[in-house]
């Protein structure tokens, strides 16, 4: 519940881009390029403190137990995002409006930062022999159900909402909708249990710290192609389809949320995949097909003479082969660490891949066509960063930390 929140969240606000920028990132003058560069650039901001709420949360977590830390994490987190969903704009407050919003974007991060490790240690510590993956994979389904919440929530209000009123106060409602959903959660957790796995073992020895950072760094490489892949085809993709090619907002979620269902549809059968023939094969299959298919996929939507169903399967296939790295991504991580790092150990893996490549990735995509007017570039990023992650992924890991 807690990473359907957290999902939901940076869903929405990549949703919602355009009119966030325009909203609270461009003075009179500005321009609609240099505005969402802006509002990418904050975006990013969150995700560059997933690390350091990883390491403040992890580190918590892994010495005082898992339920605590989550409690607080999902406390911080609906707080921080309900507030977005209230705040003034640049029109209302001037300057103020922008700094507002990067501030609680970066709780956010801290939160978000805090959420995974110590969600994926539950999971996988309550997990029975042999079921990992498909346990873990349900950590990942819930991302595929906060982007698509998010999309669902942002396609509702562009169809009963006239485009006035959706840049007007429309765009706040997904926002508010976070407290309900947080209160549940919070509820949820005040009734967890601690796992079994860290009352047994949260008083023995720590692995010596380099050991601890050779795993993290091989987490991160290995993941390094499901987080930017992911983004760039189930967040940025609608603000990349508007401002390059021309969609309609409409447009834009309606292949954003072909691309989650085919994100959604494959995670959980990858991850109990995982649990019968092995974390890496299934996990190269996906950074090997974006690899490859990435570029063509890109030509296709840009293609005037594709017919729309066309274009429908083949977003909805590039989220599925993303669904392939992500199913076994959480229990791979986890079987990285021993307990007494565990929460620490993946978070931070997990945290500082997406900060720089996912959080980075409508930065970087949207700047770069801005300036050299290619418009496969998301193409090309997707394909390098999973590139990357097949060889991490050939690599075996060395001795297992601790």
Known sequence: ???????????????????????????????????????????????????????????????????????????????????????????????????LLTFLRVLQGLSAGGEFGGAVSVMTEFAPPGRRGLYGSWQSFTVALGLLGGAGAAALLA???????????????????????????????????????????????RPPVRRVVGAVALGAGRIMGWAAAGYTFLVVLPSYLQSTLNASFRQALVATVLANLGFAATIVPAGLLSDRVGRRPVMLTGAVLVTVLAVPLLNLLQDTGT???????????????????????????????????????????????????????????????????????????????????????VKPPGRKAG
């Open 1 to 99: 519940m807690g990473n359907f929140i957290e999902w939901y969240e940076f869903g929405v606000y990549g949703y919602f881009a355009t009119i966030i920028a325009a909203r609270f990132f461009t003075p009179e003058g500005g321009s609609e390029a240099e505005a969402l560069v802006k509002a990418y650039a904050s975006f990013a901001l969150a995700f560059f403190f997933r690390p350091v709420g990883a390491a403040l949360f992890g580190r918590l977590g892994d010495r005082v137990g898992r339920r605590p830390v989550l409690i607080l994490v999902i406390v911080l987190m609906t707080g921080a995002t309900t507030l977005i969903g209230i705040l003034p704009t640049y029109a209302q407050v001037g300057a103020l409006a922008p700094w």
């Open 159 to 205: 169809t009963v909402l006239t485009e006035r009123q959706l840049a007007d106060w429309g765009w706040r409602l997904p926002f508010l909708l976070t407290l309900p959903l947080g209160l549940t959660a919070l509820w949820l957790r005040l009734r967890l249990d601690e796992t079994p796995a860290f009352r047994e073992e949260h008083d023995v020895e």
């Open 307 to 393: 017919s729309h169903a066309v274009k429908g399967v083949a977003v909805c296939g590039a989220g599925a082969v993303v669904g392939l790295m992500a199913g076994p991504g959480p229990a791979m991580l986890a079987e990285l660490f021993p307990t007494t790092v565990r929460y620490t150990g993946l978070g931070l893996a997990y945290a500082l891949s997406n900060a720089v490549f996912s959080g980075c990735a409508g930065l970087i995509i949207t700047k770069t066509v801005e300036r050299t007017g290619n418009v496969d570039i998301p193409g090309y990023y997707a394909a390098a960063t999973c590139a990357v992650s097949v060889l991490a992924l």
